[in-house]
């Protein structure tokens, strides 16, 4: 059993920067990819962002290449999101979640934080 609890959301204006953390629970971190999706009123939720088990490997969303840098620090148990660039698009509760491998959908993923609201005003 893994829990994920998300910090670092927040409002910011166009074209500013937040990090994003999520610290997990449980001795087996570094056993799971990790991933941020996130979800717009009225939206589906998408994926973000994903790192593999070792973190040798990113992988991320066209809409956030060049602007985000997923990054996980397996000693602290904690996975990061750095977004810089922000766009008023970027607008919505951000979700991180663990799985045994990575995948593009929410369906790979067998754990979820609680999510913590990112708004980005023009």
């Known amino acids: 059993q893994v829990q994920l609890v998300e910090s670092g959301g927040g409002l910011v204006q166009t074209g500013g920067s937040l990090r994003l953390s999520c610290a997990a629970s449980?001795?087996?971190?570094?056993?799971?990819?990790l991933a941020w999706f996130r979800q717009a009123p009225g939206k589906e939720r998408e994926f973000v962002a994903a790192?593999?088990?070792?973190?040798?490997?990113?992988y991320y969303a066209d809409s956030v290449k060049g602007r985000f840098t997923i990054s996980r620090d397996n000693a602290k148990n904690t996975v990061y999101l750095q977004m810089n660039s922000l766009k008023p698009e970027d607008t919505a509760v951000y979700y991180c979640?663990?799985?045994?491998?990575?995948?593009?959908?929410?369906?790979?993923?067998?754990?979820w934080g609680q999510g913590t609201q990112v708004t980005v005003s023009s």
């Open positions: 979640a663990a799985g045994r491998v990575w995948g593009w959908t929410q369906y790979e993923y067998d754990y």
């Open positions: 449980g001795r087996t971190f570094s056993s799971y990819a």
């Open positions: 790192i593999t088990r070792s973190g040798g490997s990113t």
